[in-house]
DNA sequence: GTAATTAGGTCGACTCGTAAATTAAATATG
DNA sequence: CATATTTAATTTACGAGTCGACCTAATTAC
């Protein structure tokens, strides 16, 4: 039970007008009102504050002279008012961005290092190390930097801040933030890489009325994540959602994780290529995933009409559909967002997606989620993880 | 986006304070404050307003004279200051129940009735008519009716108040509400009774605290709910939670539902009593579902040393188990509670339920979550139904 | 130039919750 | 038995919030 009074709703106010404009973009104070149905005075006095602290600044654009009256002046976020770091850590990859208070990153660099072989101390040291090297790069963003946010693939506890397991890592429950807390002194964040990609989508204004939804994402695994009632849920453990190991059946091909018959075992990248190459000569893959080109070259072949390939495909979507479908019967949610690096081959799964669905789904629920796919880039996970440090701000 | 305004601090904290007063029985305010985190001048203005509404009442208990110090004085919820209507419908059988203020059920009767004959039409006025005679037997609860509740089985939209299908009608889609709310002029809550038992739990002191966990129900079919953040999580359809219909394997035994190979068709009462009488020499049943009887002489013979028996519950505990992993998997609650008049069994079904999660859950997640059995007891969905409506109570 | 219109700011009334002071009612103590 | 002590509850003063009503500013329409 948390108590409330009278400052928490100055604060929430704050807040809730920050987010407006953050997503919404430059808006007159008029139209603040009416997103935050806060009365015009109210709004005066918390952005004449806002704006005296910096945080947002009046924006003079020619608006389009429409109408009469005294013309509105836009206001929106002051970008340079602060700054967080993102860090996304991958196999053998570190990723670091800098975003503004916009959420909008401003610099990115990629720095390539032996994630397995690290310890508990050396990741410390090389977190701490390679973030502070890249902001010396960027000494205004540095004196202003209010929050990091770490994104790591895998299973993480994030109300701790620990990895419980990570494929980039070989050392298992890892705490990711203490160090760089400490270095810093300003908050951490940590998240799932799938939750980043979760936030980027809600922080949409298309998404952000949509209070209740599920993400899942394809690419080298299968992940999760899910939306509900406007927030991320990350379960009492701060490692919910992790879809790609839920079970299509009990026996079946191996999965990464070491159980047989997760959802991830039948759609990942790996299973389909693993999977494939069985069946077609394709050229072996010298890493541990396939590459983007091998994968476009897998769904080219079935496009162009390979029966094999075109029978993974539709295994794949039908497992897939199997594994929404327990979504649906659990969660039931407004929409099922599918996305991430499989989402290119998207055209070839989404039928039989609908047909798993079909064939597994309680008929009184089917019809009522929607399914649709998202179109898939790179820095959604960097601006996902720097949104959620943005957070932070208040 | 909802405002906030002082006016609703006042509201929450007074809603905070009648729902410890509900569930921590009588109170001295100064506890009252320590519960809610308020501060006594609040406690005492907030309850002296309920004090004038009659809502809440100081009850002189000779309080053990511990300490000196002037004596605390108890207040506690005047349980005869407004009363909600239960109805609990299931097939062939319509349950009446009156509760009090506290949440207890002061009055109950059964009336059976077709419940599978009946058309919109009929249905309205079959209920209405239920009620107000059940009502009429006690004026004085009717004159402080504040709200009903409507438990059903079966699939619901507790948001929009239908049934969307369920075991107790042959029509489908079906508004419950409307009628009600028209004839009683106050608000009805249509749930399913799954999510009503699992209101009930959250409701007691042990579980208050826990925001995050997951109640299945094994009896006549399996159900399922989800208390998400502290509340009762009913999805964007109002339909969450239908965990007895994820699958176990895509193709198994036939479901109630119609699909093949849910979670229900290897675990609920009908499912376990259909497969034992193909092995062993059972009476058969000339009811839709076993009775309880029946069941518990099915439990008895495994209990006994009946291998082919012992088999079926140790399969139904392993396919529990894997289901249960997927709920770990997407949501992980703090607590899986087990409960219905299945639990009867849940010596037999408590290994393999474990084992069915260690086989199926990644390894990562394994002994992040408590699963437990919770006593059943037949009135536990009347008591939550109760409960629902009266937090329509303020 | 004046009226109409729309945006934004100011001020007073009201509400809330809290800290601190005060009152109430018991026990402990000598 | 009177008084100090202790704990509970209430009252008071105050700072902080929102809102409605009114006012001012800056345009366009005529």
Redesign the interface.
């Given at each position: 039970?948390?108590?409330?009074?009278?400052e928490q709703?100055r604060a929430?106010?704050r807040v809730?007008i920050i987010n407006?404009l953050r997503v919404f973009g430059p808006l007159a104070r008029v139209d603040i009102g009416q997103?935050?149905?806060?009365s015009p005075a109210t709004v005066t006095a918390i952005t004449s504050d806002l704006v005296a602290e910096g945080v947002i600044r009046e924006v003079q654009k020619p608006v389009s002279a429409t109408g009469r009256g005294r013309p509105r002046v836009l206001i929106g976020l002051n970008p340079d008012h602060a700054s967080a770091l993102g860090i996304k850590l991958s196999i053998n990859e570190i990723r670091l961005m800098l975003g503004d208070l916009q959420g909008n990153i401003v610099a990115e660099t990629v720095v390539t290092a032996d994630t397995q072989s690290l310890d508990q101390a050396s990741l410390n040291d090389l977190l701490v190390d390679q973030a502070s090297r890249f902001l010396e790069d960027y000494p205004d963003h540095a004196r202003r930097l209010v929050s990091l946010g770490v994104a790591i693939q895998g299973?993480v506890d994030a109300h701790r801040g620990y990895s419980?397991?990570s494929p980039a890592l070989s050392i298992?429950n890892v705490n990711m933030t203490a160090a760089l807390e400490a270095a810093f002194e300003c908050p951490v964040e940590l998240a799932n890489d799938t939750n980043c990609i979760a936030h980027a989508i809600h922080k949409h204004p298309e998404y952000l009325q949509k209070?209740?939804f599920a993400v899942i994402m394809i690419g080298y695994g299968v992940g999760?994540s899910?939306i509900?009632?406007g927030?991320l849920?990350?379960?009492?453990?701060?490692?919910?959602?992790?879809?790609g190991?839920?079970?299509?059946?009990?026996t079946g091909p191996t999965c990464a994780?070491?159980?047989a018959g997760?959802i991830e075992a039948y759609v990942a990248d790996y299973a389909l290529y693993r999977d494939a190459r069985a069946l077609i000569d394709l050229p072996e893959t010298d890493r541990r995933h396939p590459s983007e080109d091998e994968m476009r070259h897998l769904t080219q072949l079935a496009r162009d009409g390979s029966t094999p390939a075109r029978e993974l495909f539709d295994r794949a979507g039908r497992v897939l559909g199997?594994g929404i479908?327990?979504?649906l019967?659990?969660?039931?949610?407004?929409r099922v967002v599918v996305t991430g690096p499989g989402v290119r081959a998207y055209d070839l799964l989404e039928d039989s997606i609908q047909a798993g669905i079909q064939?597994?789904?309680?008929?009184?629920?089917v019809g009522?989620?929607e399914i649709q796919s998202y179109p898939w880039s790179e820095d959604m996970t960097g601006k996902g993880v720097i949104a959620l440090a943005l957070g932070h701000f208040r």
């Amino acid at each position: 039970m948390k108590k409330s009074d009278t400052e928490q709703i100055r604060a929430a106010n704050r807040v809730d007008i920050i987010n407006t404009l953050r997503v919404f973009g430059p808006l007159a104070r008029v139209d603040i009102g009416q997103r935050t149905r806060l009365s015009p005075a109210t709004v005066t006095a918390i952005t004449s504050d806002l704006v005296a602290e910096g945080v947002i600044r009046e924006v003079q654009k020619p608006v389009s002279a429409t109408g009469r009256g005294r013309p509105r002046v836009l206001i929106g976020l002051n970008p340079d008012h602060a700054s967080a770091l993102g860090i996304k850590l991958s196999i053998n990859e570190i990723r670091l961005m800098l975003g503004d208070l916009q959420g909008n990153i401003v610099a990115e660099t990629v720095v390539t290092a032996d994630t397995q072989s690290l310890d508990q101390a050396s990741l410390n040291d090389l977190l701490v190390d390679q973030a502070s090297r890249f902001l010396e790069d960027y000494p205004d963003h540095a004196r202003r930097l209010v929050s990091l946010g770490v994104a790591i693939q895998g299973i993480v506890d994030a109300h701790r801040g620990y990895s419980v397991w990570s494929p980039a890592l070989s050392i298992k429950n890892v705490n990711m933030t203490a160090a760089l807390e400490a270095a810093f002194e300003c908050p951490v964040e940590l998240a799932n890489d799938t939750n980043c990609i979760a936030h980027a989508i809600h922080k949409h204004p298309e998404y952000l009325q949509k209070p209740d939804f599920a993400v899942i994402m394809i690419g080298y695994g299968v992940g999760g994540s899910l939306i509900l009632n406007g927030d991320l849920y990350s379960g009492h453990n701060g490692a919910a959602a992790e879809f790609g190991h839920t079970k299509y059946t009990p026996t079946g091909p191996t999965c990464a994780c070491g159980k047989a018959g997760c959802i991830e075992a039948y759609v990942a990248d790996y299973a389909l290529y693993r999977d494939a190459r069985a069946l077609i000569d394709l050229p072996e893959t010298d890493r541990r995933h396939p590459s983007e080109d091998e994968m476009r070259h897998l769904t080219q072949l079935a496009r162009d009409g390979s029966t094999p390939a075109r029978e993974l495909f539709d295994r794949a979507g039908r497992v897939l559909g199997f594994g929404i479908a327990n979504v649906l019967a659990l969660i039931s949610p407004e929409r099922v967002v599918v996305t991430g690096p499989g989402v290119r081959a998207y055209d070839l799964l989404e039928d039989s997606i609908q047909a798993g669905i079909q064939e597994a789904l309680i008929p009184e629920l089917v019809g009522r989620t929607e399914i649709q796919s998202y179109p898939w880039s790179e820095d959604m996970t960097g601006k996902g993880v720097i949104a959620l440090a943005l957070g932070h701000f208040r």
